[in-house]
Every structure is written in structure tokens, then in C-alpha cells.
């Protein structure tokens, strides 16, 4: 029997699974699952037969194919635990009283006559509906990713032998997962590489660890209010400020929205949810913000507001207390010349929406001193989000390459390519979305006015950016076809009222006959990411390989079976990679060019 006395996931689970009973305590924060699929992998320790064996296909599959979790009262409700412990003491006595009481035990699905819950592979209602599954399977994986694949493969020719075949067939197929490039790509990022930042990898190591007390956040709309949120649920003290009480009560409303549906859900209880929302104090006194450690501007993208609302709260900023701003493009050590003490001054880069977006990026500014880098890489970990270190620099290192992305998408549309094969393209590379989808979310008008101000940037310091066809795209949209985007209603996308989004047709005002393979868009966005990526590592924008990995998946979605773009150039070979990118460069122009450094890193074979 199983005596489980907290969570157990992956192959604590598959040991749980291969005892005869299970008994939990019954703990809320527990946890049981299998995410070897996150990982790339299945479950190889019989995790797959015997999910199967108890649950049935269908009902195995979630758990099995996308790596779900589940508690304590789901687990029982499904049978997977025969009984729960209110206290350790308990769940042993009880575990002792089981096995005695079960001295001939076996597992259910070993005593003779005993069938597959739904039925096996072979039973209409399932055979039904594993003529779909696959198709399905690929239209959500688009092929990215071959452990579901073998998950459901393992789970359906095991359901149709012996356990120990169907045992020996789960094995062969982890093998042939383990083995493959692409789980090496995913273990090293979301395991080695996850593992790293959440031991401070890029942390200053010698200042002692901290944590905030008291957090202002000024400015409470989507951004600021998902801040106040996001800090608040875990239990710090917010104070939301904007100019009026009325629009930080709106930003306030913002996370009660998010809490009640929580409540609603019976993830969380109604006095809990007044507990959190308690720790918001919306205002519009800046007297307010005395006594915070940590005030976060979130205010509009506007260089001049920014420094006026700086200037007016780090008066209330406790002692060595740290100001922060949220700023996807401005450029860290200009906002911190509003600063009386620029040593304190730094950026946190959240994105939305700042509730379910897990990374922050963490840019320093010329004068950022070590002290308030680890605080605010403790901060972030404090709320539970994953922290990258960026220094300074136009864009960054997230809204920099998560640019490239979408010209390439636009560039694409101008030069003739059909509008759905660009979209199909993107997420057959491994995109979560297609760029024309995302250039519609972020709004057109917002795009035309970062490229205008990034111009003129370049201009005053006597370098140009020459205009592309992707810029010509964004002018036409919105000046001849007044069509700004999703939260205007039209933009490259038509949103028609309680039905799906669509492409717009009008999008035939470029020609659509250019043939281009599908795989030469693939490598054209992975490349065109990849290599401004390695730019940003040459430049010293990004200071370490697992920043620039962790980074570009969870800060721009690049395809997370590459493990990341810098992975993508190692796992593709440098020599070709370099090869690769000379053939674009050739086609499309300099932003394909070889960057040294993987020139250089072609003989060690790995960018380090």
C-alpha cells in the first residue's frame, strides 16, 4: 500500500500506481499526476498501463497526453486513492490496517474477468473514438511534438495485451522519446534551465536574500491592476494608485473579478478572497504609498509621465527601498534620470495578461546597483513568476526579437504569400499563434507608433532604419483600410459578434501567388528569432544562455520543443545553422546574417 503523505508526481506517482492501494492525507496543497509530457517523455515506469487499466482511455488521456494534475478529493472521486488520513499518525495506521486486513491483495485489473473501464480498443464507443483522436492530436500539436503521439500510441497497443507486454511496449516507446532530440531540448530547458533560475542563476550572489513587504503600484490599468493582482494573491500589501479613486477601483475590481471566479470554481473560498482583496488599498493619494519597499510604475508608454509619476512616489519609499518601472521599449537608464537615486532604479517588465503570463524581465539600467537587482529577482520570485536578467537596451531582449516575429509575418503578406499559409506556417514552426493574429492583438496603431519613436531614436543619435515592406503593411492597414487592429474590431482579422474571428478577405490588396515552401517560412520565423536572439547574447543585452531560452518561450512563445532559440541553433548543428543562415541572408537580406559568435561556435559545436 501507498502511505502518501504529500505530492507525488512523475515516477512517485508510478510507484503509487504500481502498489495495490493508495492512502492520501488529505491535504489541499497536494498534488498527484504524471507531466512527463511537459517534459517531452512518457510515462515510462508503467504510468500509461495502469492509468489506463484504472481509468479507461478516454478518461486517462488528459492525465496521460497533456500532463494534468489533480488533488486529493479528484483522485478518490476517480478511485485512484481508496482512502484518506487527516493526520500522518492516521494515514499510517491506516496503511498498517489495510495490508493486514489485505494479505492477498492484488491489483484490480489482475484478478480474472476484470475489463477496461469504457471498454478497450476494440469496443465501439471507443473504437469510435480513437478514429478521431489522432487527427485531433495533430491538429493541437501540429506535429511539434512527438510525446503525445507516443502516449497515445503506448496507451492504445497496451490496452489490447497483457500487462507485462503492454508494460514492455510503454518502455519502447520512452526509449524512443528519451533518446530523441527534442525531449533533450525540453529537459534541458524546463528542467536543467528552470532549475537554475529558481537557485538564482542570474542573482548577484553575495546580497542577502529579501522580501517586499509593502508594494506601490502606480497606474491601475491592465497592467498595473494584473501587478496589484498578482502581488496581492500572494499575500503582500498593495497600494493600487491612479489619478482618481474611481480608476483605481476599477483596477481594484480587476482582481475581484479574477477571485470570485476562483470562488465560483470552489478553488478558493469566499474568505479567502476577501482576505486578498483586503490587501488592496486603492487610491489616489500618493501619501498612501509611505512605507512601501517596492512602488512599480505601470503607467502609459509616455517617457515624460513616467518621470513625473517616478518623481512623485520615491519620496514615500521606505530606506533603500526600490523603484521599478514597467516598460516593454523604453530604455531603463533614460527612465532613471527622473530618479533622485538611479542606484535604487531598475525595470520589471511584466506581460500580459500579468495573472497567467509567468515571466518578468528584469532590466538593468547603467547605475542599477546589485542590491536592487536581487531584490527585484526576489520580488518576482515571491509572486511566483520566473525571473530573466536583461541589461539595457532599445526593446530589450523580449519586445526586440518578439518584433522580428511579426515583421517577418507582415513581410511575408507584402511579398505575396497567402495570409493563411503565413498563419499555418507560424504554428507548424511551433508559434502559439500566428503572427497576423498577435500583430492584430497588440493593436497596428501601437506597433506604427514604436516603430515611429524607434526611428527617431536612431535618427537623433545619426542612425537610420530603413522602412520594409512590413512597415508599408502596418501604413496600409490603418491609413487606407482604417483597420487598427482586435480592439478597434477590424484589423487583419475580421471579429464578427458571437462568432469565430476570421481572416480578413480584403487582404487580396496583395497579391497572393508567390510560392514559397512551408518549410521555408518555418525557417524564416525560427531563424529570424534565433539569430537576433544570439545578437542580443553577442551584445550583452542577455547575459546567459538560460535566460535567452527561458526567455523566448515564456516571454514571446517561441517554440517550445526547440527548448528555446538559442537551443534551436545548437540542436540544429552550428555548421548547418550557419550554412542555413547564409542561404536566407542570400534570399531575404542582412537580419539572416550569421552572427559571430555562431561563427565562432562552430568548432566547440555549442553556444555557451
Known amino acids: 500500500v501507498a502511505a502518501l503523505n504529500g ?5 512517485g506517482w508510478e510507484i503509487a500506481l504500481g502498489c495495490h492501494a493508495r492512502i492520501a492525507l488529505n491535504d489541499p496543497k497536494t498534488k498527484f499526476g504524471l507531466p512527463e509530457v511537459t517534459l517531452g517523455l512518457l510515462p515510462g515506469g508503467g504510468g500509461i498501463v495502469r492509468m489506463v487499466r484504472l481509468l479507461g482511455l478516454q478518461n486517462a488521456f488528459p ?16 478511485g485512484l486513492i481508496q482512502d484518506t488520513a487527516e493526520t500522518a499518525e492516521e494515514l499510517m495506521d491506516k496503511a498498517i490496517a489495510w495490508v493486514k486486513a489485505n494479505p492477498k491483495s492484488q491489483q484490480p485489473f489482475d484478478v480474472k474477468g476484470y475489463k477496461i473501464p469504457g471498454g478497450d480498443p476494440k469496443t465501439p464507443a471507443v473504437a469510435q473514438m480513437l478514429a478521431i483522436a489522432p487527427a485531433m492530436l495533430r491538429d493541437k500539436t501540429k506535429g511539434c511534438y512527438p510525446a503525445p503521439e ?20 510503454e518502455s519502447r516507446y520512452f526509449t524512443y522519446l528519451a533518446t530523441g532530440q527534442i525531449s533533450k531540448n525540453m529537459i534541458g530547458t524546463f528542467w536543467h534551465g528552470m532549475n537554475a533560475i529558481k537557485a538564482g542563476a542570474s542573482r548577484p550572489k553575495d546580497v542577502e536574500k529579501w522580501q517586499a513587504t509593502k508594494v506601490g503600484v502606480l497606474g491601475a490599468g491592465m497592467m498595473g491592476a494584473g501587478i496589484a493582482y498578482s502581488t496581492a494573491i500572494k499575500g503582500i500589501p498593495v497600494v493600487l494608485k491612479d489619478v482618481s479613486v474611481e480608476n483605481a477601483e476599477k483596477g481594484k475590481a480587476y482582481s475581484q473579478k479574477l477571485l470570485d471566479k ?40 509616455n517617457q515624460e509621465l513616467k518621470a513625473k509619476v517616478t518623481q512623485e512616489a520615491e519620496a514615500f519609499l521606505v530606506e533603500g527601498g526600490v523603484m521599478a518601472s514597467n516598460t516593454s521599449t ?12 538611479q542606484a535604487n532604479f531598475i525595470g520589471l517588465h511584466f506581460f500580459s495578461p500579468v495573472d497567467k503570463m509567468q515571466l518578468v524581465e528584469i532590466i538593468k539600467g547603467k547605475n542599477t546597483s546589485a542590491e536592487t537587482l536581487a531584490k527585484a529577482y526576489d520580488y518576482v520570485q515571491q509572486i511566483g513568476k520566473i525571473p530573466i536578467v536583461v541589461n539595457d537596451s532599445r526593446g530589450f531582449f523580449t519586445s526586440r526579437v518578439f518584433g522580428t516575429f511579426v515583421q517577418e509575418g507582415l513581410r511575408l503578406l507584402h511579398e505575396g504569400v497567402h495570409p493563411a499559409r503565413i498563419e499555418m506556417a507560424a504554428l507548424k514552426a511551433g508559434m502559439p499563434v500566428g503572427p ?16 515611429n519613436e524607434t526611428r527617431k531614436a536612431l535618427q537623433a543619435e545619426g542612425k537610420d532604419l530603413p522602412r520594409s515592406g512590413a512597415d508599408d503593411v502596418i501604413q496600409t492597414m490603418i491609413h487606407t483600410f482604417d483597420r487598427k487592429g482586435k480592439v478597434a474590431g477590424a484589423g487583419f482579422y475580421d471579429y464578427p459578434e458571437g462568432r469565430k474571428k476570421h481572416l480578413w478577405e480584403g487582404l487580396n490588396h496583395w497579391k497572393q501567388d508567390v510560392d514559397i515552401s512551408e ?17 542580443c547574447y553577442e551584445e550583452n543585452v542577455l547575459e546567459s544562455v538560460i535566460d535567452a531560452n527561458i526567455g523566448s518561450i515564456f516571454g514571446i512563445g517561441f517554440a517550445p520543443w526547440t527548448g528555446g532559440a538559442i537551443q534551436f541553433l545548437n540542436q540544429y548543428g552550428l555548421d548547418q545553422a550557419v550554412q542555413r543562415a547564409n542561404e536566407l541572408e542570400a534570399k531575404y537580406g542582412e537580419r539572416f546574417k550569421a552572427p559571430q559568435r555562431l561563427v565562432e561556435s562552430v568548432s566547440s559545436g555549442q553556444i555557451r
Do not use: W, Y
Open 330 to 341: 523604453l530604455p531603463i537608464t533614460g527612465l532613471a534620470n527622473a530618479s533622485k537615486d
Open 519 to 535: 518549410q521555408e517560412m518555418i525557417d524564416r520565423f525560427l531563424f529570424v528569432q534565433s539569430l537576433d536572439t544570439l545578437r
Open 7 to 11: 505530492t507525488a508526481l512523475g515516477g
Open 150 to 169: 507516443a502516449i497515445m500510441a503506448a496507451a492504445v497497443e497496451g490496452a489490447q495485451v497483457d500487462v507485462d507486454t503492454a508494460l514492455t511496449i
Open 63 to 78: 492525465f496521460l497526453m497533456e500532463g494534468k494534475q489533480f488533488g486529493v478529493d479528484k483522485a478518490k472521486s476517480l
Open 262 to 301: 476562483k470562488v465560483s470554481q470552489g478553488r478558493m473560498t469566499a474568505e479567502k478572497c476577501d482576505q486578498i482583496l483586503s490587501l488592496i488599498t486603492a487610491t489616489a493619494s500618493a501619501e498612501d504609498l509611505k512605507g512601501c519597499d517596492l512602488i512599480i510604475e505601470a503607467v502609459f508608454e
Open 436 to 451: 497576423l493574429a498577435i500583430q492584430d492583438e497588440v493593436a497596428l496603431t501601437l506597433s506604427e507608433h514604436v516603430a
